[in-house]
């Protein structure tokens, strides 16, 4: 096998967790080949090397005020650069907002395919055999791209490790790169401090209509306080106006899968299920016995979540 | 400004997903095919322009015989025109033929935007419009949620993890658009009626170049329906909620080690 490239993902400097688990399954996959990562953005070159620890024995970065924000067709850019430079047998990117949008546009740039949002993945000889859902994750499909060159790979956050194996790592600076961008990010507006993304927590209490009304949401952030967790919503209640579509999980929002999902009067619409389903371990409290989410719950209460909740929340406190 | 919208036919997401008789594919026995949510979005939003802006919305699909009716449900809904490539029978298509295909018939035409949904309900791939694009050599803003389109420019923005990239981009480009950006509307019984009498324009992907059957960038190996999961513990917490409460926190540090 020719290597591994791994795209990293950075804000403000900082590299992002799931880019991180990306580059230690590459490292696992390699045993011991070839791994480097591709870097972009501003003033980065000193975090670069850092990459090292977690398996990339090359950085090929790219530091420049055109890449401070994200762009796809800038960052394409970057990663066709690297590939042609280290002619990797596969590009592997973490399946984030970013990833999910840079690498069709990256494959389609070199005439290959994507395996996107990839769950699982294993190599035969040169070539990665992945499982992804499909029929948001109604079923899941074992592909492989044999024979494209290289074979482009995302994979769905949190469901690899992050792992440090202690290497070092060369940065090399990438340059002749050409930039023309035209759709700019003119401005990343950042949420609320303290709000924490469904996307990436790791626990998530989520509301669904047995909230009764907007008011009822403080009493599912004092649960999510309590935990650390992100706030979720099934759409019903994004629909009525009581939270924002950002928090939204399910076919039409986001797919989640935290450690622990905690669903609060949702009854598990396949719509729903469809967001959530691959979280680690499912909680549910509804009071209806029969509500299809305890179907996928591994833990649930049968009762009226006014009556659970706040005695949940003392006990989280009293931990 | 004319509006390309590129749509596909899906299984409703209510759907019951069992594996077809070869391993790969579903069984298509019994499903029902609908135009794929996120298209809904990237059909209104470019109905919202023409009518503004004027222009005429032009719907595209690759697809088998059946894919015909979501371009009727679109010409119902306002659509001006329809192209129908009819070919990719496999359900589980492979995105970048797609991308290629739709880029052939698309290279020649006259249009401002290409507006395409975010994400198929099915592959789930969400690439057809980002390698669309590089296809055609367009700028795109993926997963849009709002949308200004102004003269030879636009403003969109998406949602991220941690907050919203605010985008401007020259026209002509290409948005994948997603729940948020706006209300979709309905087939009016009017509509419905008016779409029967217009043209689906109807082409074989050999007419455009295209080989079906070379260069798959995938290979699909096999289908499978996820784990069954086991039976979950259940708590009663109608008569001493506090209690199952305070078990149900217990069981989740000590046994699931989840907090
Ligand atoms: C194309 C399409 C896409 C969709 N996408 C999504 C999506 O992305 N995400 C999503 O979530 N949905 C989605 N849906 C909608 C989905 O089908 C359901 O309508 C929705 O998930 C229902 O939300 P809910 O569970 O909050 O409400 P309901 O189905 O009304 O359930 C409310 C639940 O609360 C329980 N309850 C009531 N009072 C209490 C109480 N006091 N204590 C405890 N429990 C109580 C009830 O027993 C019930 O089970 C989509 C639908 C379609 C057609
Ligand atoms: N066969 C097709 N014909 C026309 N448009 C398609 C086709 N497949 C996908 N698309 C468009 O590309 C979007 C993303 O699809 P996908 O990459 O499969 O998730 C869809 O929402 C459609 O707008």
New interface residues.
């Given amino acids: 096998m020719a290597g591994i490239l791994v795209f990293v993902e950075q804000r403000g400097g900082e590299i992002r967790k799931a880019s991180l688990q990306a580059l230690s399954e590459a490292h696992r996959l390699a045993a011991g080949g070839p791994v480097a990562a591709v870097f972009a953005g501003e003033g980065i070159t000193q975090v670069a090397a850092s990459l090292g620890a977690y398996g990339a024995q090359k950085v090929f970065c790219a530091d420049d005020g055109n890449l401070k924000l994200y762009s796809a067709e800038g960052y394409a850019a970057v990663v066709a650069k690297a590939v042609e430079d280290f002619g990797p047998s596969a590009v592997f990117f973490s399946a984030t907002m970013i990833g999910r949008d840079l690498a069709p546009r990256l494959a389609a740039k070199l005439g290959v395919g994507v395996l996107a949002d990839v769950v699982g993945i294993e190599l035969e000889g040169d070539v990665f055999v992945a499982k992804r859902p499909v029929y948001s994750g109604k079923a899941f499909v074992t592909v492989d791209a044999a024979g494209s060159i290289p074979q482009v790979i995302s994979l769905r956050p949190n469901v690899f490790a992050a792992e440090e194996s202690g290497g070092s790592a060369e940065v090399v600076a990438l340059d002749g790169l050409s930039l023309s961008i035209r759709a700019m990010v003119k401005e990343f507006a950042a949420a609320d401090a303290g709000e924490l993304d469904v996307a990436e927590a790791d626990t998530i209490v989520a509301a669904g209509r047995g909230i009764k009304g907007p008011e009822n949401i403080a009493l599912i952030k004092e649960l999510a306080e309590a935990l650390g967790a992100a706030v979720g919503a099934s759409r019903a209640i994004v629909d009525a106006g009581w939270i924002g579509h950002a928090n939204q999980v399910g076919q039409t929002g986001k797919v989640v899968s935290p450690s622990l999902y905690i669903a609060c009067g949702i009854s598990g619409a396949i719509q729903h299920l469809a967001g959530m389903s691959s979280s680690k371990v499912i909680v549910a409290i509804n009071k209806d016995a029969d509500a299809p989410i305890f179907k996928v719950a591994d833990y649930g209460i049968v009762g009226d979540l006014f009556d659970v909740i706040p005695p949940m929340v003392e006990a989280i406190k009293a931990l | 400004m004319n509006c390309i919208v590129c749509v596909t036919s899906v299984?409703d997401?209510?759907?019951?997903?069992k594996?077809g008789a070869d391993g790969?594919q579903?069984d298509e026995g019994g499903i029902k095919w609908i135009l794929s949510?996120?298209d809904e979005y990237a059909l209104e939003e470019a109905l919202k322009i023409t009518e503004a802006q004027g222009g005429e919305v032009t719907v595209v699909t690759y697809g088998p015989a059946r894919a015909e009716a979501v371009l009727r449900d679109c010409l119902a809904r306002g659509a001006h025109q329809a192209v129908h490539v009819i070919g990719g029978e496999e359900t589980?298509g492979?995105?970048?033929k797609i991308?290629q295909t739709l880029a052939a018939i698309l290279k020649d035409r006259e249009y401002g935007l290409i507006l395409v949904g975010v994400q198929s309900?099915?592959?789930?791939?969400?690439?057809?419009?980002?390698?669309?694009?590089?296809?055609l050599d367009l700028?795109?803003?993926?997963?849009i949620?709002s949308l200004e389109v102004g003269e030879g420019t636009l403003n969109a923005?998406?949602?991220?993890?941690?907050?919203?990239?605010?985008?401007?981009?020259?026209l002509p480009?290409l948005l994948t658009c997603?729940?948020?950006l706006n209300e979709p509307r309905y087939a009016a019984l009017k509509g419905i009626m008016a779409a029967k009498r217009k043209p689906v324009e109807k082409i074989e992907p050999s007419d455009i170049g295209i080989d079906e059957g070379a260069g798959a960038?995938?290979?699909?190996?096999?289908?499978?329906?996820?784990p069954e999961?086991g039976e979950?513990?259940?708590?009663?917490?109608?008569d001493d909620?506090?209690g199952?409460?305070?078990n149900?926190?217990?069981?989740?540090?000590e046994e699931?080690k989840?907090?």
């Fill in positions: 299984p997401t209510a759907s019951v997903i594996i790969n579903i949510p996120h589980l492979d995105s970048f991308a309900v099915g592959t789930d791939n969400s690439q057809v419009g980002q390698m669309l694009a590089e296809l700028p795109h803003v993926a997963g949620t923005s998406r949602e991220v993890e941690g907050g919203k990239e605010i985008y401007e981009s020259p480009a997603q729940k948020g960038a995938y290979r699909l190996r096999s289908l499978s329906l996820p999961k979950g513990t259940l708590l009663q917490g109608e909620p506090a199952a409460a305070g149900l926190v217990k069981l989740l540090r699931a989840a907090i």
